[in-house]
């Protein structure tokens, strides 16, 4: 008997995962022992006779490519070149998720669709993915390289050929170009305005890592945000969107948080009502103050030390106990109290006159007494004792013979002055 002869192959081509059922024709097929494809041999072949005619079926293996099928026998194997071609299928995409991610790159984006087996590429743009896996025939997870902003298309190349195209938007990540105000208090609680561009759908604003007690995206260009609470020190500011996320070493992206500053002592404590008095306020934290206020009003002015220390000058201001406090860029301070106290006033004294070489006690009536702190005869002081807001006693100096003025000082000012006459004694 001769060598089998193989004359074609019906069909003659299939997938490359194999498991077509070809009809080889020839003659000779007595006693098969193989059917090949290539260098493969078939998983399975059935040798059939009907009304004397042979018919042999094969099922093919996994392949790439054109192969020969072959034909051996006990007879010996079939040296016609008869071919048969894998052909791998054309993939297909029918989704993409997400469709958008930042222009930076490094969005995971699930692709699915049908034939996707054996993926050797996904482009976005023309630009190879930065990584890609292959999940089953159906999905592959692929991460976005960078791009300009803008739609491109996206495709996957398997043996089988090349993709339909799906859009991909690139869209550029937030930038910050400024914050209103870029500095506040340690606690938090700070409105800030921030603008820049590309906020659209801002899912995070962060302060130092720390993510804003809340926010709200007013357009495209600004983020109305704010701040929780932050140690001391300068904080990076990023948002968060679809797109990406903003440079946290923009220099227009930091806020500066301050503590809030804490008053220890005044003083003087008390002061006219007219105002004008020079107070020295002692504390921490005090750089950068922006105001000083008593009971709400403003000093007349004021001057920054140091961080622990601070001068102002008093308002006018109705009398009475007021507190006052610092705002600073880290919050309003604790307040301490000062006293606007009225001017004194004397109405008379009493005795008005007595003997210049003997020593006096004499009476003192007018207003605002309470705090009395010298009595003076012209300039020389006296001792004295505050009896009440409306009265003082006080020891007449003892001097020559002559009239003098007495008036009394409290930390309101000085009083409108009274005459006093010492009287020289009788002459014998």
């Known amino acids: 008997m001769a060598a089998p002869v193989v004359t074609s192959v019906s069909p003659n081509e299939g997938p490359a995962a194999g498991g077509t059922t070809v009809t080889v024709n020839g003659t000779g097929f007595t006693n098969v022992t193989s059917v090949r494809f290539g260098t493969k041999p078939a998983p399975s072949f059935t040798v059939t006779t009907v009304n004397g005619v042979t018919k042999l079926t094969a ?74 896996t292959v999940d089953s025939s159906t999905q592959i997870t692929a991460v976005s390289p960078a791009h300009a902003a803008g739609p491109v298309n996206v495709t996957v190349t398997t043996p089988g050929g090349t993709s339909n195209a799906l859009a991909f938007t690139y869209v550029a990540a937030p930038s910050i170009t400024g914050l209103s105000p870029n500095q506040g208090s340690s606690s938090g609680g700070t409105s800030v305005t921030l603008t820049g561009t590309d906020f659209s759908g801002a899912t995070g604003v962060l302060f130092g890592g720390v993510a804003a007690a809340s926010f709200t995206v007013d357009s495209s260009t600004q983020i109305t945000a704010v701040t929780p609470a932050h140690v001391a020190g300068p904080a990076a500011v990023t948002v968060t969107s679809p797109s990406g996320v903003s440079n946290p070493d923009d220099p227009n992206a930091f806020f500066f948080y301050a503590e809030s500053p804490s008053l220890a002592a005044l003083a003087p404590p008390s002061g006219p009502t007219a105002g004008g008095t020079t107070v020295t306020l002692s504390g ?125 000082t409290t930390p309101a000012g000085t009083s409108n002055g009274l005459t006093y006459t010492r009287v020289a004694a009788p002459a014998v």
């Open 59 to 132: 099922v093919t293996p996994s392949g790439t490519g054109t192969v020969n099928v072959t034909v051996t026998t006990t007879q010996g194997t079939s040296n016609q070149f008869v071919p048969f071609t894998y052909v791998s299928p054309v993939p297909t995409l029918s989704n993409l998720s997400p469709n958008q991610g930042s222009s930076s790159g490094g969005t995971s984006v699930t692709l699915t669709g049908s034939k996707l087996s054996g993926a050797t590429g996904v482009l976005f743009g023309g630009v190879a993915a930065a990584s890609f």
């Open 284 to 408: 921490s934290s005090l750089l950068g103050a922006t105001a000083v206020l008593f009971d709400g009003a403003e000093a007349a002015s004021f001057t920054v030390d140091s961080a622990t220390q601070l001068t102002a000058v008093t308002p006018s201001h109705a009398p009475g106990v007021t507190q006052v406090t610092v705002t600073t860029p880290g919050g309003t301070s604790n307040p301490v109290d000062y006293v606007f106290l009225d001017a004194p006033a004397l109405v008379s004294l009493a005795p008005d006159r007595g003997p210049a070489h003997t020593a006096t006690v004499v009476t003192l009536t007018g207003d605002n007494l309470a705090t009395t702190t010298s009595v003076q005869f012209d300039a020389v002081p006296a001792s004295f004792t505050v009896v009440s807001p409306t009265q003082i006693t006080t020891v007449v100096p003892t001097d020559t013979a002559g009239s003098v003025f007495v008036t009394v």
